[in-house]
């Protein structure tokens, strides 16, 4: 699959995937075997519920694939203090494996225009994961904000040092191929834009026009799913 002159094999596809396994009944057994097919693919990361972070991080321990440690999920309405508490546990348990941290921004000071603390919310976790030496990725729940607030979203962001602006929790309604556009054009080209949040359109036509938006990595509870649909049918796709 060829789109915009780049060449997405089932290998860079993979690399490409946040698996994510949030639901919150989520079992023992099915975090491990989560794990077991990350492996298998290959993706950037897997990304649990906080309780399951230590044994996420045992079963990819010696891969390279990172665990993905979520921080004020899904609702982001939590004081920055303890924004700031809860990443520095997670990032304990890590145990200095691969990891990095995707929070949640305080949507409603975002909406109030409160620029400034959503901005400051933002960055005292950035340092927390840089400090570590891990990405750190601002969930901004793209569908319940104005095409200005995702606008003001990403360049807050930016100003507190991301490296990814995130669409959605998945539990916020679902982004548009619009919103990934607008955050692209947004954000400089070294901020990463991440499409999750899929929804129930076709995700595999879904991730396609993602990616031609300008998404670079993807989150995803469908990701085998996916990644096997792209191969089987959409191989030799090409998008100018």
């Not at 009944?25 to 993706?43: G, H, P, S, V």
């Not at 054009?185 to 899929?198: A, D, I, Q, R």
Request: charged share 25%.
């Amino acid at each position: 699959m060829i789109i915009k002159g780049v060449e997405y094999t089932k290998e860079k596809l993979a690399s490409m995937v946040d698996y994510a396994i949030l639901n919150p009944d989520t079992q023992e057994q099915q975090i491990r075997e989560a794990c077991a097919i990350a492996r298998q693919y290959k993706f950037k990361g897997v990304h649990p519920n906080p309780y399951w972070v230590p044994l996420v991080a045992q079963e990819l321990e010696g891969t390279g694939i990172e665990t993905g440690l979520v921080v004020s999920f899904p609702f982001g309405a939590n004081p920055t203090s303890f924004k700031v508490n809860e990443a520095k546990e997670l990032v304990k348990m890590l145990n200095k494996r691969p990891g990095c941290i995707d929070m949640v921004t305080n949507i409603g000071r975002l909406k109030d225009k409160d620029y400034d603390l959503y901005t400051r919310d933002i960055a005292e976790v950035v340092k927390v994961g840089h400090d570590a030496g891990i990405e750190v990725k601002a969930i901004l729940e793209v569908a319940m904000l104005t095409d200005d607030e995702v606008k003001a979203a990403c360049e807050c962001a930016v100003e507190a040092g991301v490296d990814f602006v995130k669409c959605s929790t998945g539990r916020g309604g679902n982004p548009s191929i619009k919103h990934v556009k607008i955050m692209r054009e947004t954000v400089p080209p070294e901020v990463g834009v991440k499409f999750s949040g899929y929804g129930g359109y076709n995700p595999a036509q879904l991730t396609i026009m993602a990616i031609a938006a300008g998404a670079n990595r993807l989150g995803t509870r469908r990701a085998p799913m996916i990644i096997d649909e792209l191969e089987a049918y959409y191989k030799d796709l090409v998008i100018e």
